[in-house]
């Protein structure tokens, strides 16, 4: 007599394949996350300074090479040179936009300090109420 037990369907999800995928999600969104930061490659300062609050809006960071040249993070080519000039149309553009958009300068070490001092003052004749500059922490 054979036994023809009925067997009862699981009702129960199997999550593992779903944790996998989860942690190739992580692995991948760790790895891109620091090339989110958009920008040309200068070489930062180190100072001892606090971090500055989050805002919802995408800061404008205008940077500045040893040679002097400006890039602005916005546009079609942001890792072509501009001058001054149209950095602070770009920046009065946006400023018109959102009064609240945050104005950064990644100025290289090297750079001269009248080259970022003029356009610090050349950012805020554009319409900024304040300019901050970017600086790496100490190691």
Known sequence: ?????????????????????????????????????????????????????????????????????YYVNLGAKPESAKLLSEITNIVAKVLRQKPSTMILVWGDQHVEYGIVVNLMSELQNAGAPSVGLVTEPPS
């Open 1 to 69: 007599m054979a036994s023809s037990k009925k067997r009862k369907p699981l009702a129960e999800i199997n999550v593992v394949p779903y944790i996998d995928v989860m942690l190739v999600l992580l692995v991948i969104f760790m790895v891109t996350a620091p090339l989110l930061m958009q920008g040309v490659k200068v070489s930062l300062p180190q100072s001892p300074s606090a971090p500055i609050d989050q805002q919802e809006d995408e800061p404008v960071i205008v940077s500045v090479k040893k040679d002097g040249t």
